[in-house]
Antibody, heavy 117, light 107 residues
């Protein structure tokens, strides 16, 4: 399973670090991703990282502000978010790749990030 | 960026009816395409990958078709638990993108 944490209320311009702890599979073998969902809206892919952490990708909307990383020794995925904006308000899901490259077969329950003054 | 356009936005049907959801890509994604289901308050669930392959545990009433730029998800006979929002996703190019969703609601 995947369990996200670290969400909360933050002021515009602030920073937050999300974590996602994995269990039940060999974490280091799988690329991981973050996907977000603004209240009442659809899914938006945010960032992805390879299993060995050698490759990362970002949506244009977060490039330069968010950093994805992972600690395979602790089975944990991270998303460091800075220069947060109101439009970053969303539930953030972590997800595991499955079946083939960049499909996602296991998702966490999500953590809510609210950016507001 | 590859834009995925889903239609219709809302589909109102009764249990037992057939549902056909569409997704159109702004450029070819070959068969690098998936469908997800999301129920209120829950995370998405992978239904179909590579356009037409069902994920483990997905009932046979769900089927996917298409390639290139036009894709469809068909639910042959709606069960009460199938009323949800469905999203398409492409993995052909970065950035990964999702469609805007189709809500299947009870008529």
């Amino acid at each position: 399973q995947l369990l996200e944490s670290g969400g909360g209320l933050v002021q515009p311009g602030g920073s937050l670090r999300l974590s996602c702890v994995a269990s039940g599979f060999t974490f280091s073998n799988y690329p991981m991703t973050w996907v977000r969902q603004a209240p009442g809206k659809g899914l938006e892919w945010v960032s992805a990282i390879s299993g060995s952490e050698t490759s990362t990708n970002y949506a244009d909307s977060v490039k330069g502000r968010f950093t994805i990383s992972r600690d395979n020794s602790k089975n944990t995925l991270f998303l460091q978010m800075s220069s947060l904006r109101a439009e970053d308000t969303a539930v953030y899901y972590c997800a595991k790749e499955g079946y083939s490259y960049w499909y996602f077969d296991l998702w966490g329950r999500g953590t809510l990030v609210t950016v507001s003054s | 960026e590859i834009v995925l356009t889903q239609s219709p936005a809302t589909l109102s049907l009764s249990p037992g009816e057939r549902a056909t959801l569409s997704c159109r890509a702004s450029q070819s994604v070959s068969s690098y395409f998936a469908w997800y289901q999301q129920k209120p308050g829950q995370a998405p669930r992978l239904l179909i990958y590579d356009a037409s392959n069902r994920a483990t545990g997905i009932p046979a009433r769900f089927s996917g078709s298409g390639s290139g730029t036009v894709f469809a998800l068909t639910i042959s006979s709606l069960e009460p638990e199938d009323f949800a929002v469905y999203y398409c996703q492409q993995r052909r190019n970065w950035p990964l993108t999702f469609g805007g969703g189709t809500k299947v609601e009870i008529k």
